[in-house]
């Protein structure tokens, strides 16, 4: 089944405590994303990859780090988690990226709280 | 800043009624596309339009991207209670190769 794949699909951890949202595909997509959804704020995107080893910053990049060693996954890194990180994240992969994105296949979703 | 804005924010219906999501961007989009998100769910792909002036229909769901490719819309025929969710639109941002900056969605509910 074509799936998109997060993983823990809910967290609770600490300020500064470091942490891996991992992301996998299995769809051989190309262009892979990240997002974070917050009440009245919709959907605003962290990091993307083009390709494998080719990521870019999106729109809320400050406390992630994000890596693309392989094409199937996308893990996200939270270095210092600090409450305002408390969010539900989304992964989301595509055919293909660019200015004609192709249609994005969004995982279950990962809620983190940091206390 | 490019933006991408959705009205209205919130919209109650009575089960049978129409519903219409707008969707207005600041700048010209090469495409749009339209996401569902149940309560509790994530989002899935509804439909992406390319063309000015596009028309495209999905059963009881209609989508249009306006002729300047600057607006679009999303109208639902006689709503059921399993179109509750919030309804979003997504366009590329202007001079990014991969981002795509989402609108902050119309959360529709249906009372039977």
């Known amino acids: 089944e074509a799936q998109v794949t997060q993983n823990p699909r809910y967290l609770i951890t600490v300020t500064g405590k470091k942490l891996t949202v991992t992301c996998s595909q299995n769809m051989n997509h190309e262009y892979m994303s990240w997002y974070r959804q917050d009440p009245g704020l919709g959907l605003r995107q962290i990091y993307y990859?083009?390709?494998?080893?080719?990521?870019d910053k999106g729109d809320v990049p400050e406390g992630y780090k994000v890596s693309r060693k392989e094409k199937r996954n996308f893990p996200l890194i939270l270095e210092s988690p600090s409450p305002n990180q408390t969010s539900l994240y989304f992964c989301?992969?595509?055919?293909?990226?660019?200015?004609?994105?192709?249609?994005?296949?969004f995982g279950e979703g990962s809620r983190l709280t940091v206390l | 800043g490019q933006q991408v804005m959705q009205i209205p924010q919130y919209q109650h219906v009575q089960e049978g009624e129409d519903f219409t999501t707008y969707c207005n961007s600041s700048?010209?989009?090469?495409?749009i596309q339209w996401y569902k998100q149940r309560p509790g769910g994530h989002p899935v792909f509804l439909i992406q339009?390319?063309?000015?002036?596009e028309v495209k229909k999905q059963k009881r769901l209609t989508f249009q991207f306006g002729e300047a490719k600057k607006n679009s819309s999303l109208h639902i025929t006689a709503t059921q209670t399993t179109d509750v969710g919030t309804y979003f639109c997504?366009?590329?941002?202007?001079?990014?190769?991969?981002?795509?900056?989402f609108g902050k969605g119309t959360k529709l509910s249906v009372k039977p």
């Open positions: 989301a992969s595509s055919p293909r990226g660019g200015a004609n994105t192709g249609e994005l296949f």
């Open positions: 700048t010209t989009l090469s495409n």
């Open positions: 990859s083009m390709n494998v080893e080719v990521t």
């Open positions: 997504a366009g590329p941002r202007e001079g990014s190769q991969g981002n795509l900056i």
């Open positions: 339009l390319v063309k000015s002036g």
